[in-house]
C-alpha cells in the first residue's frame, strides 16, 4: 500500500513539446504529493507540488493535474525545453498524519530534443 | 545557507570494511532524512529522525546499517560490515517543521569491491 507506480519510464520530446509522466498510488493517507527533478550527479530537487484538496497547480511551464478519485496523478511540462532533460520521481507522503518521509515512484527520465 | 552537505562524494571500499556516511542537514531544519538510490529498487527512504529522535526506522536494510544524530547538526549512517550489494548513492535530506519540502543533498557515491 505504500507503492507509488510512475511511466512511463523513459520519454523523449521534441523542443516545444508536451511532456507528460503519469503517477498512481493505493494508499489514501497519503496527503502531499511532489514532483522532484534529479540532475546526473545531484541530488533531487522539488520541483512543484500538491495537496488533494485541489485538481490542479500551475507554476510557469509546470502543471500537476490531480484525480483524488482515481488515486492518480501527473505532471505536464509544456513547451518542454532541452535544459529540462532529467530524470522526474513523484512522491507521497502522509504530513499529516505523521509520516514524513516519501514514497518516490520508480523515475521517467526525460529527454528532450532540440 | 549552504544547503545539505554530505561527505564523502565518493568512496570506494572492500567488502568487510567499515563505512560511515556524513551529513550537515541546513540550519534550524528539524527532520533529517537519509534515503538510497540504486538502479534496482530507486529511491527508497532509509531512516529518518525528527530533532535528533529516529522516527522511522524501517527501511534500513539490516542490522549492519546504523544511522545516529548526535546534535542537531550531524547525523552518520554506518555500515559495518559493508557488502557489495549496499553498492549504491545515499542521500541526506532535511526539512523544516511545518514546511514539506524536503532538501537534498548532493549524495554519497559509495562502492564497496
Known amino acids: 500500500q505504500q507503492q507509488v507506480k510512475q511511466s512511463p519510464q523513459s520519454l523523449i520530446v521534441q523542443k516545444g513539446g508536451i511532456s507528460i509522466i503519469n503517477c498512481a498510488y493505493e494508499?489514501?493517507?497519503?496527503?502531499?504529493f511532489p514532483w522532484y527533478q534529479q540532475f546526473p550527479g545531484k541530488g533531487p530537487a522539488l520541483l512543484i507540488a500538491?495537496?488533494?484538496?485541489?485538481s490542479e497547480k500551475k507554476e510557469g511551464r509546470f502543471t500537476i493535474s490531480f484525480n483524488k478519485s482515481a488515486k492518480q496523478f501527473s505532471l505536464h511540462i509544456m513547451d518542454s525545453q532541452p535544459g529540462d532533460s532529467a530524470t522526474y520521481f513523484c512522491?507521497?507522503?502522509?504530513?499529516?498524519?505523521?509520516?514524513?518521509?516519501?514514497?518516490f515512484g520508480s523515475g521517467t527520465r526525460l529527454q528532450v530534443q532540440p | 545557507d549552504a544547503g545539505v552537505i554530505q561527505s564523502p562524494r565518493h568512496e570506494v571500499t572492500e567488502m568487510g570494511q567499515e563505512v560511515t556516511l556524513r551529513c550537515k542537514p541546513i540550519?534550524?531544519?528539524?527532520?533529517l532524512f537519509w534515503y538510497r538510490q540504486t538502479m534496482m529498487r530507486g529511491l527508497e527512504l532509509l531512516i529518518y529522525?525528527?530533532?535528533?529522535?529516529?522516527?522511522?526506522d524501517s527501511g534500513m536494510p539490516e542490522d549492519r546499517f546504523s544511522a545516529k544524530m548526535p546534535n542537531a547538526s550531524f547525523s552518520t549512517l554506518k555500515i559495518q560490515p559493508s557488502e557489495p550489494r549496499d553498492s549504491a548513492v545515499y542521500f541526506c535530506?532535511?526539512?523544516?517543521?511545518?514546511?514539506?519540502?524536503?532538501?537534498f543533498g548532493p549524495g554519497t557515491r559509495l562502492t564497496v569491491l
Open positions: 529522525f525528527n530533532n535528533n529522535v529516529p522516527i522511522d
Open positions: 512522491a507521497a507522503s502522509m504530513r499529516d498524519t505523521g509520516r514524513r518521509a516519501l514514497t
Open positions: 494508499n489514501t493517507a497519503f496527503d502531499y
Open positions: 500538491i495537496r488533494p484538496d485541489v
Open positions: 540550519s534550524g531544519h528539524d527532520y
Open positions: 535530506a532535511s526539512s523544516e517543521q511545518g514546511y514539506n519540502e524536503q532538501f
